[in-house]
């Protein structure tokens, strides 16, 4: 099996919130001369909107020995995190809302000479003839 990748856990996991007036985290590990360890870090914001908001950055690790590390400047995006100020579940008409409406749509629509009982799926008809009774019946030309 030849993999294309390979999944490596984090030693450490950092969370950094970008819009601080300076971003950063402090990790302080004592690690082996030589040895390789892997960490993440989470970058979020407290506040913000749905729309997408680009930051510019870098990355600068300080050590105790040696000289820092720095990346290039990369950009990356973030939108949210949102609240909701209000929600709505939709849990549709009632039958009888529903009869009583198909039932007005069938009346005009007579009125204008056209005949929807048709297109009307026969476990539905009850609920309309429940409402109209009679209604459901076909008319004749």
């Known amino acids: 099996m030849n993999s294309a990748f390979s999944l490596v856990e984090s030693d450490w996991v950092y969370d950094v919130d970008i819009t601080e007036e300076s971003p950063q985290f402090a990790g302080k590990h004592a690690i082996a001369p030589n040895e390789v360890v892997s960490f993440d870090v989470m970058v979020g914001r407290k506040q913000g909107g749905h729309e997408l908001t680009v930051y510019r950055c870098y990355l600068l690790l300080e050590f105790d020995e040696g000289e820092p590390l720095e990346t290039d400047i990369f950009y990356f995006g973030i ?45 539905s008809a009850p609920i309309i003839e429940n409402v109209a009774p009679g209604l459901m019946e076909r008319k004749a030309d």
């Open 79 to 123: 939108s949210g995190p949102t609240e909701i100020a209000g929600s709505y579940t939709h849990k549709g008409p009632t039958k009888e809302q529903w009869g009583k409406c198909w039932a007005d749509n069938i009346r005009r629509l007579d009125a204008l000479g056209y005949d929807a009982r048709w297109i009307i799926h026969p476990e």
